[in-house]
């Protein structure tokens, strides 16, 4: 038997416990199966858990267990070949549940990888992804939560071949241009350009991998619009609820706040930290725990609000103002402005 057993999470502080405590993963994304099975039962009895709950169909694990996990296998990896390939090959597109089904059955590559970047938080809430358009590709770019430490480069390489196994469910059997990590690497990095079948770069100033933007419309193998439709219903409303439980007091002050929105007294930080029985102070931490700001959130109510009326409503400018908060109306049409590029009477001008 490997010695495992003084092995910790490294680099975790109480906050990035906190943080990894309140994350779910897919049990399929924490079995093991390029281990001997003594060694495997020896890992997960280590965290706590027993293969039996690992096998519990759509079971979870919380992120704090994922990363010990994940820990503890690179630290006995002894192989020349990177550990996420290991790992990545023990994933399929069952291997994400539903999403995987909905990007399976998608229409195209650019509805497929539409819905990895949005439901991503589903069955990875480490990873953020997000998609960026430059002269000839379209840039998939992805970040992972600070609280997995060295971790979180093995779980942005996987996260990449996984996305590379999306790009073969395509009919024109889609390759990438290229792949850039943000991290350094040990290992060969023959083994990654095999994999990727593209250059693959490390050490460089953000992780993303290339897609020609003309690939996009490749047809997926196993398109079906009813399946998709099913999927991508079932997938929005796990993400709604995914959303409320994530960030509670995100959820509260947003709620709030839309119901208020016109009386900027109540809509004040005081007044809303008042109803949620919290001081000022704590609602500031509360929310930037969950990454946004009061201002930020009470100026994306307004804005969604503003919008709305001026696209759905015939009613004039001044009033909307009010309508959202603002005492006059020069200081709205500032606001707008600023925050879209276009003043309220242009946008109402652009058409849907």
Request: with cysteine; glycine share 2%; proline share 3%.
């Amino acid at each position: 038997m490997r010695e495992i057993e003084s092995l910790q999470i490294m680099d975790c502080d109480e906050h990035h416990k906190a943080v990894l405590e309140s994350m779910r993963f897919p049990n399929s994304y924490a079995l093991i199966k390029h281990l001997e099975d003594e060694l495997v039962d020896h890992l997960i009895a280590k965290i706590g858990l027993t293969k039996e709950t690992l096998q519990v169909t759509n079971g979870t694990v919380s992120g704090l267990a994922f990363r010990l996990l994940l820990d503890l296998n690179i630290a006995i990896h002894d192989s020349p070949i990177p550990y996420s390939l290991k790992v990545a090959n023990e994933f399929n597109i069952a291997t994400h549940g539903m999403l995987g089904l909905a990007i399976a059955s998608a229409k195209n590559l650019e509805e497929a990888l539409g819905l990895a970047t949005t439901f991503t938080p589903l069955i990875n809430p480490a990873i953020n992804a997000e998609k960026q358009n430059d002269d000839t590709n379209t840039l998939c770019i992805m970040t992972c939560n600070s609280a997995f430490g060295n971790a979180g480069n093995v779980l942005l390489e996987v996260s990449m071949m996984v996305l590379k196994q999306f790009l073969l469910q395509t009919q024109n059997n889609v390759r990438p241009e290229y792949l850039r990590f943000s991290h350094q690497n040990e290992f060969s990095i023959h083994y990654y350009e095999e994999c990727f079948q593209c250059p693959v770069h490390f050490n460089s100033e953000d992780t993303c991998m290339a897609i020609l933007t003309e690939n996009l419309a490749s047809p997926m193998l196993f398109h079906d619009e009813s399946t998709a439709s099913v999927m991508q219903t079932h997938l929005e409303k796990e993400m709604n609820r995914y959303k409320q439980t994530k960030n509670p007091w995100t959820t509260e002050v947003r709620k709030y706040v839309s119901l208020h929105l016109s009386d900027s007294q109540l809509t004040s930080k005081v007044a809303v930290s008042c109803y949620l029985n919290i001081t000022p102070r704590t609602l500031t931490r509360k929310l930037s725990q969950e990454n946004t700001n009061y201002q930020l959130l009470l100026e994306e109510r307004k804005l969604s609000a503003a919008k709305h009326f001026l696209k759905l409503t015939k009613k004039s400018i001044s009033h909307i103002a009010y309508e959202v908060g603002f005492n006059d109306p020069q200081t709205f049409s500032r606001a707008f402005k600023r925050w879209t590029g276009v003043s309220a009477r242009k946008y109402r001008e652009i058409p849907d």
